[in-house]
């Protein structure tokens, strides 16, 4: 940003709530175009929120309500950012109404449907195509080491697993709710672990019955210790589930985070059979 450009309106965001005080914060400039990438990281980091979109014009190819989004989180960029992709469409539809938007992100083309349901908006994103990965014994022990769960503390049934559906994300469940509730781990550690495997977040599951869970995201590769709601991991997570055979093909899942945090919010994860992409659906508002 040249030093007599006037800085871009900065908007804030909640996701995946109406509530200010619940869902996941984010920062939203929607036209970045004269902003460099240190300026980007700057105003991420002042904000101090888990991510911050960044819209510029669409790549060629993309017409229509198309965009490029950019995130950073206080430390750096990442690849894909549901919150904040979901907190951009809401920004969007308040000025253009709701309809289609097409995002292109660092992971690929993610399109995103803004719709107005009794006079709130609601903003479904439709992920990049997934994938699942075994986790290494040795990286899984670390993990726990670092967390402080021993293996006995782990549901059985949910296999750890890395999934990606736009950033790569741990996935470890645990037993109870108890063990959910109780997080206190150590940051450089697993920080140290993340940035080998090139994990954005450690997506903590307890499944509450066949289609609600509660998660919690610890974030310390981003310089934030829990991402009170992560519409990346609920993708990465959607994508896991389907493909250990946990959940039908066809269903819909409910995602609580943030509750631990005091900051509740609530995702929705739509798996269509046949199609591997997932979708992540919140509602969103700005706040002061």
Not at 80 to 87: I, L
Not at 130 to 155: F, T
Not at 273 to 285: I, K, L
Request: aromatic share 6%; proline share 7%; glycine share 10%.
């Amino acid at each position: 940003m040249t030093t007599n450009a006037p800085r871009p309106d900065v908007l804030r965001y909640t996701a995946f709530s109406t509530d200010p005080d619940g869902g996941n914060l984010a920062g939203v400039v929607l036209d970045a175009g004269d902003l460099d990438d240190a300026d980007m990281l700057a105003i991420a980091a002042e904000l101090g929120y888990s991510e911050s979109a960044f819209l510029t014009a669409p790549p060629e190819g993309l017409d229509g309500r198309a965009y490029t989004i950019r995130f950073f989180s206080p430390k750096a960029e990442v690849s894909f950012c549901g919150h904040a992709t979901v907190a951009t469409a809401v920004a969007l539809a308040e000025r253009t109404g709701p309809g289609e938007l097409v995002f292109a992100t660092r992971a690929g083309t993610v399109p995103v449907e803004v719709a107005e349901e009794g006079g709130v908006l609601r903003a479904t994103l439709t992920s990049v195509e997934p994938h699942v990965e075994e986790v290494a014994d040795a990286d899984l022990a670390e993990a726990l080491g670092a967390l402080g769960w021993p293996v006995a503390d782990l549901d059985p049934a949910f296999p750890p697993r890395i999934a990606f559906a736009g950033a790569r994300h741990l996935v470890l469940a645990a037993a109870t709710r108890a063990r959910l509730a109780d997080l206190a781990y150590d940051f450089a550690g697993l920080e140290a672990l993340m940035h080998r495997l090139d994990l954005t977040t450690v997506q903590l599951v307890w499944r509450e019955s066949s289609t609600v869970f509660h998660v919690r995201d610890p974030f310390p590769v981003g310089g934030v210790v829990e991402d009170p709601a992560t519409g990346a991991a609920a993708a990465a997570f959607g994508a896991y589930a389907r493909e250990l055979g946990l959940v039908p093909e066809d269903a819909v899942l409910t995602l609580y985070q943030g509750e631990d945090l005091g900051r509740p919010g609530e995702l929705t994860v739509t798996l269509r059979a046949g199609d591997p992409r997932v979708r992540v659906s919140g509602a969103g508002a700005r706040i002061g």
